[in-house]
């Protein structure tokens, strides 16, 4: 099955416009970006490719300088597939705090988010974090890509 990169962000838009996906992502915060991973990344999506929706955000401000309990939940999955079968919507969203924490580890999975193509949104902090994240491109990453060339 052959999708273009247009089609592909232009099917997540309509998808993440449904209202249980749209209030399930304004209830995190508010987003930095919006990716799309996976299969059509890569550029070898099938005919049952679900997609795979990555979304950095920010909490608010309220919860992050509040006196009370922080939430210790710093990554939201929803694999709605589990729920309707038919779905195609894999949604991962991860707060800047734990993003920033995996980019400076050199983490190549959350490097890609940065690298992407398919990233259709972008916030005004989004250079910011791109900065970072190129800052975050080491050595220590070839083992890591060095089996795609394979």
């Not at 309509?14 to 399930?24: A, G």
């Not at 729920?83 to 991962?92: A, I």
């Amino acid at each position: 099955m052959e999708t273009s990169s247009e089609d592909a962000i232009e099917k997540v838009r309509q998808l993440i416009s449904e209202p249980r996906v749209n209030t399930f992502i304004g209830g995190l915060g508010k987003p930095l970006f919006y990716t799309i991973s996976g299969a059509h990344m890569y550029g070898f999506p099938s005919q049952d490719s679900d997609y795979d929706v990555r979304v950095g955000f920010i909490r608010p401000t309220s919860l992050i300088l509040s006196l009370g309990e922080k939430p210790k939940q710093a990554t939201w999955g929803v694999d709605v597939r589990k729920k309707n079968p038919s779905d195609q919507l894999d949604l991962y969203a991860m707060e800047a705090e734990h993003l920033l924490n995996n980019l400076l580890k050199s983490n190549g999975n959350y490097l890609e988010w940065f690298f992407n193509p398919l990233t259709f949104y972008k916030s005004e902090h989004y250079g910011e974090l791109e900065h970072i994240a190129k800052q975050c491109v080491t050595k220590k990453l070839f083992d890591h890509f060095n089996h795609f060339s394979a």
